[in-house]
């Protein structure tokens, strides 16, 4: 494996895509300059594995990547020299779980759907879900293919919610707020499963590898944490997330992905100019 000296590890929804259209076209002389430089980038999303796959085909990532809000890192088989332990194979990929087995969370939200209003994606079929995100139906189909976790609609009141989230974790679930979900999940989130990551890599260069994240929302808070840069995309549904940090910290000008590159390409000048 090459020396690398950073990772750039990244959400999806409303920060690299667009938040109403999902498009990162915007990014693409950035995503590509980052390839030039051979700097992985890593995706980290609430999104599954399976909204992943041809998500990673269309921006031709074959780097690992972080899905259900932290819930597992998968790693294409052979692109470690040294590979991570305590995995499953999924789909060619090694798969470090940190959620919870999806039938396991679904039999406790079971439990409590008598006495909380929410409605959970499973609910939905895949042409009500999107209508909702303003997804085509067939990529709808992909997001309720579901390994990890599971978000909700919260229809119920705060207090309600306070103590919905107290019974979660009484069953050793957690919860994170993201740009139009609840989610439900297993003591687990975007900064735990990057700092697994990172170790990994180091692992696999016998040196220190530095995290430049970037996200929009309060589910990106711990990833955000993690990071040596942390980049705060502005979103066009809800202020930046607030939180304190030891890293350094960047809030774009603009919005979604024209934002991640602006952000970028400043990021990638600085360095090119440290490299000279
Ligand atoms: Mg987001």
Not at 64 to 84: D, H, K, L, Q, R
Not at 98 to 121: D, E, K, N
Not at 132 to 146: I, Q, S, Y
Not at 159 to 180: I, P
Request: aromatic share 8%; proline share 5%.
């Amino acid at each position: 494996m090459k020396q690398i000296a950073w990772i750039v590890v990244t959400d999806l929804d409303g920060t690299l895509l667009d938040h109403a259209s999902y498009s990162f076209a915007v990014a693409v002389p950035a995503l590509q300059r980052l390839r030039d430089q051979g700097i992985p980038l890593i995706l980290n999303t609430s999104k599954t594995r399976a909204e992943l796959a041809p998500l990673r085909d269309s921006l031709g990532n074959t780097h690992p990547f972080i899905v259900e809000n932290g819930s597992a890192v998968c790693t294409p088989a052979g692109y470690f020299a040294s590979p991570p332990t305590d995995t499953v194979l999924l789909d060619d990929c090694e798969c470090r779980v940190f959620g919870v087995q999806y039938s396991q969370l679904m039999s406790r939200l079971a439990v409590l759907r008598p006495r909380y209003r929410f409605t959970s994606l499973s609910q939905l079929s895949a042409a009500q879900l999107a209508e909702l995100c303003g997804l085509p139906v067939e990529k709808a189909r992909l997001a309720l293919a579901r390994d990890f976790s599971e978000p909700l609609l919260w229809q119920d009141s705060e207090d309600a919610l306070l103590s919905f989230k107290r019974e979660l974790r009484s069953y050793g679930l957690s919860t994170l707020q993201g740009g139009r979900f609840l989610h439900v999940l297993g003591k687990t989130d975007k900064g735990l499963s990057l700092n697994w990551l990172r170790q990994l890599y180091a692992r696999n260069q016998g040196g220190e590898v530095k995290v430049v994240a970037l996200g929009d929302s309060a589910n990106d808070i711990e990833m955000l944490k993690a990071a040596d840069l942390a980049v705060v995309i502005r979103s066009p549904a809800h202020e930046p997330p607030q939180f304190d940090t030891t890293g350094r910290l960047e809030l774009s000008e603009r919005e979604g992905p024209a934002g991640w590159a602006d952000v970028m390409q400043g990021w990638l000048d600085g360095l090119e100019q440290a490299q000279e």
